[in-house]
């Protein structure tokens, strides 16, 4: 008799969750649609893009530590997304 129970109560938790499982299969469906409606970017290599830099510019962002700033700010901006994330603080 309990197992008779237990088979009724597992299948109507399988009714109950088959709706959720639609509508995120849906969901993922659509998204997957939505993607392969965008455009192919086209990927440009570093070192073919900074060949272009000029003498005079890569002397400036050397002189200024744009390595460095650009790292700093990366890393300052990540870490404000974060910390806004948190209850009671952002």
Avoid: C, H, K, N
């Amino acid at each position: 008799m309990g197992d008779i129970i237990q088979a009724i109560i597992d299948f109507w938790i399988e009714v109950v969750l088959l709706v959720p499982r639609i509508i995120f299969w849906a969901a993922f469906e659509v998204l997957e649609l939505a993607l392969d409606m965008l455009p192919a970017i086209d990927i440009v290599d570093p070192q073919t893009l900074s060949s272009g830099f000029t003498g005079d510019l890569v002397y400036f962002l050397t002189i200024m530590e744009f390595q460095y700033g650009l790292g700093a700010v990366t890393s300052a901006l990540v870490a404000r997304f974060l910390l806004r994330r948190i209850p009671f603080i952002g």
